[in-house]
Structures are given as C-alpha cells and as structure tokens.
C-alpha cells in the first residue's frame, strides 16, 4: 500500500499575523483624539475596578494563589496590597475593571471592551518599570501605557468590525487574548519574530465558549473571563521572550487551523487597516453599568419614569423597540438566577429605570431584587421588537448608533410618548456632553476606596495629559497602593 507523503516545510507567519506584529512595531500614533481618550479611558477603567472593589464576589478571587505571597518589584493591583506576577496581577485588575461591566464597549459584528486589555498592559508596564529603576535605567513612563492602550483597543476593535466570533459559539475574551499578547510582547521589547510567535500561541488557544453569557447558564464568569485573557496574554508573551517558538499557520493550516477548527472554515475579513479609529470611537459607560445594547433603553426609561411611577399597577404593556444584537444577547424571559444574569436581560434593566428612575449596581443584586417584586411584573408586560432601521444603523460606519425606543401602555387606552434615544451619553457623538459626567463618575469611584487628599492627587494627576505621560508607571501605580 502506497501511502501520500506531505510536504513539511515551515511555513511563512499568516498574513493576520503579520498585520499585528507590523502595526504594534511600527505604526505611529499622531491622533490627538485618539491620545486624549486614551487618557479618559484609563481614568474610567480604572474607576469601575474600585467600584467593584465593594463586592465580595470580586474581592474573593483576587490575589495570590498561595496567600501572604508578596513578589518584591511584582506588580501592584490598583486599590489594594497585593503585589503579584504580571500574570495573576493581570488577572485581577482584569477581573477588577470587568466586574460590574461599567467599562468602555465596543459594538460591531463581535462585541466586547478593549479596556479588559489594561490588565495586561498596566500589570506588564509595573513591572518593567520597577525593574528599570531597580538596575538604574530610565523607568517606562505613563506615555508607553497610553501607547499600548490605544494598539490594544484598535487590535480587538478592527478585528470585530467584520468577524462575529459569537455566531460560532465562542466568546469575545479571545480577542482581548490577542490584543494583549500584542502589547505585552511590545511592551517586553519583543522583536518582530517575538511577537508573531506570542501572537500565533495567542490564535491556538481557540476560544472560551460563549454558553455563560447567555441563558440558561449566564454566571459570573462573564466578570472575570476577560481577566482570564489578559493574563494568558501576559504569559504567552513571556514564553516567547524566553525563546518559545511559534507556529506559523495557526490560523490557516487546513484542517487543524484556527478557520477550520474554530471559525466554521471562514476567513476573517477587514474593513479597514490598523490605526487609532477604535480608540477615536469608543463607546463609555456613563449613566448606567448595565449590557451596552440596553443603555439607550434605561436612558428612555428613566425620561418615562416621572410619567409612570404613580400609575404602575394600571401599566397593560410596556413596547420596547431594539436592535437585532440587543435581542440575541440580552432579551430574556423566565427567572434571573443572579446578578451576572440580570445585568444581561434588557426588561430588567429597563423596568427597574421605569420604577425608580436611575439604574446602579447594587440593583442587580439577589436582595434587591427579592424586595421588589414589581421589577418581574413589568418585565412579564413587556414586548421587545426588533426595528430594522437601528439594525442597520448599528452596523453602518458612519452611524455606530445603539438605538432604542420605550413606550408604556395603560388599562384605560392611553399611553405614554414614544421616547427614543439613538445614541447613548457615552457616544462619540455626545461625547461632549458625556466628559464631564465621565470625570464625575471618576471622582465618585475614587471616593469609594481611597481618602479625600489621594482623590485629589490622582484627579489632578489624569486630568494633565501632559503631566501624566511623563509619570513614571511605579510612581504611578503607587499611588494606589491601600
């Protein structure tokens, strides 16, 4: 019997690859927006991560694995003691900053927050700069971190305008898994080969399967899995600055490789090339931590609630018009099981800004919920309809919009006005509207782990660009340090 030889020669790096490993080389950023928003983003970020310092659940998972364990020079984890690896550092200010998903978004074909990625960067750029100043060389300076941000969010980001990585099962984390093996290799001095190698280690990880965002398994990995990415990141770019060698058609090769394997055979395709366009126009939190399809929902929910609040027992039906991504993510019926859970159902969110005007976190919670029986009521009055209009608006580049429409129907035939909100505060198109709330909601989440006078020293710190790129990461970080 004869059998078929195959050629084995190494391949050249996949084109995908390459494009990764050239952009965080050589591309450079001269985008004042872009450098701007880096600024407010690592503000807002780092923000949602105090704020979620107040939960249990988080704190929980937070720290080294064998306890008491302190890494002299490791990296500090903002708003705590703990002073770990870059790996498990990069885990928890992952997890801190996704807790309570209050971070920035981004919406396309896939979804997800570029701003997981300041796990890995800020957990990297600690440590190195610690290092640095330990041997007597320059210390990285806070410029590098606002650098590394801005290629991280462009990485996740144009990869998910055309590639929906959720219509074949798998979750958005794997491309914070890229993006951040990207920069942690550059911040680590990584060469061109370096870095392909990281990043084709990155690409055969696969991806985490979508099932715990969605019903009826939704939990509370959905918080930390994105914590999980950066730091597989970190790790990925690590072994390949000990000289771990790649693997070149990770993502082509036929049969094992990642399009065939993972993507259902297709290839990823691109609507623009590498730059600074995701940070341009990224999408913040401002008004509500809640699933970023739903927040147009809440804000017209809260323009209703002084209409509504005294005539709730005589609502009949409640109309919501949405997106198609916002029904095949967040539109649930039937029991919420946990606070993961109703952060993700748009009736929850919606009916609870109808009843009290204002949606906050502590509203998800099983307590509040169980005293408030009224929130199931009207999600079970509750119509969600898909306006193709938003649907095609959503998608459209020079839109992005993340339309919806509340309207309240009453017992005795009237109804409330039709209230629509096309985009939300954190838009671009309303980002001079949304800053100022941005740097409120900053001070508020300062206040809730640190004293008056670092309030203050930190504020004045972020709020100078220039100020804050010529500050070293350690002394930084340090001033972090609970």
Known sequence: MRVNSRQNSRPEYDGVIQDIADYVLKYRIDSEVAWDTARYCLMDTLGCGFLALRYPECT??????????????????????????????????????????????W?????????????????????LSQKNTALGRPPLMMRAVLDAMIRAHEIQGVLALENSFNRVGLDHVLLVRVASTAVAARLMGGTREQIMAALSQAWADGGALRTYRHAPNTGSR????????????????????????????VLTRKQWGFYDVCFSGGRFRFQRPYGSYVMENTLFKISFPAEFHGQTACEAAVQLHPVVKERIDEITRIVVNTQESAIRIICKDGPLDNAADRDHCLQYMTAVAL????????????????????????????????????????????????????????????????????YPVGHRRRRKEGIPLLEKKFITNLGTRFPRHRCEEIYALCSDRKQLEQTPVDAFMALFVT
Not at 61 to 82: H, Y
């Open 222 to 249: 959905k918080s930390w899995a994105a914590g999980d990415a950066t730091s597989r990141g970190v790790y990925l770019a690590d072994i390949a600055m000990r000289g771990e060698m790649g693997i070149p058609s």
């Open 355 to 422: 009843l009290f005007g204002e949606l906050r976190s502590e509203h998800y919670e099983d307590s509040f919920h169980r005293a408030h029986p009224q929130i199931d009521t009207l999600r079970n009055k509750m119509e969600v309809r898909e306006d193709p209009g938003y649907s095609r608006d959503y998608l459209d580049p020079h839109r992005r919009s993340i339309a919806n429409a509340v309207q309240v129907f009453f017992n005795d035939g009237s109804a409330t006005e039709k209230v629509e909100v096309v």
């Open 60 to 105: 929980k998972l937070l720290g080294p694995i064998v306890p008491g364990t302190w890494v002299p020079r490791g990296a500090r984890v903002p708003g705590t003691q703990f002073q770990l690896d870059p790996v498990k550092a990069a885990w928890d200010i992952g997890c801190m900053v996704r807790w309570l998903d209050y971070n920035d978004t």
């Open 107 to 127: 919406l396309a074909a896939e979804w997800g927050h570029p701003s997981d990625n300041l796990g890995a960067i800020l957990a990297v750029a600690d440590y």
